[in-house]
C-alpha cells in the first residue's frame, strides 16, 4: 500500500520562502511520477507541479519562477521549494502519486502566508 506523508508547512510572511517534503512509502517511488497539488478555502484543488520518474518537471503558470519540485530517489522523498511567497498561495498543500489506475493522496499541510 502506497503511503504518502507530507511535512514542512507553516505560517510565514510575503516575501518569505518554505520547502515542503513527501516521503513516499516503498520500493515503488523510483517508478512513478508525483505531483504537488494545493487547495485553498472554497476553491477547488489545483495542480501545482509534476515531476517524472525520470526527474523532468512541469510548473503551473501561476508559480513557475518562485516554486521547484525535485526529487531525492535514496530519500524516497520530493520536495517543493517555494519561494516569494504571496498570500494567494496560502492553501492546504497536497502530494500525489498516480499508481495502477488509483490515486493516493497525503494528508496534506496547511501552509499560511501573511501579508
Known amino acids: 500500500q502506497v503511503q504518502l506523508v507530507e511535512s514542512g508547512g507553516g505560517l510565514v510572511q510575503a516575501g518569505g520562502s518554505l520547502r515542503l517534503s513527501c516521503a513516499a512509502s516503498?520500493?515503488?517511488?523510483?517508478?512513478?511520477?508525483l505531483a504537488w497539488y494545493r487547495q485553498a478555502p472554497g476553491k477547488q484543488r489545483e495542480l501545482v507541479a509534476r515531476?517524472?520518474?525520470?526527474?523532468?518537471?512541469n510548473i503551473e503558470d501561476s508559480v513557475k519562477g518562485r516554486f521547484f519540485i525535485s526529487r531525492d530517489n535514496g530519500q524516497d522523498t520530493v520536495y517543493l521549494q517555494m519561494n516569494n511567497l504571496k498570500p494567494e498561495d496560502t492553501a492546504v498543500y497536497y502530494c500525489?502519486?498516480?499508481?495502477?489506475?488509483?490515486?493516493?493522496w497525503g494528508q496534506g499541510t496547511q501552509v499560511t502566508v501573511s501579508s
Open positions: 500525489h502519486m498516480a499508481r495502477d489506475g488509483l490515486d493516493y
Open positions: 516503498g520500493s515503488i517511488f523510483r517508478e512513478n511520477g
Open positions: 515531476i517524472s520518474s525520470g526527474g523532468f518537471t
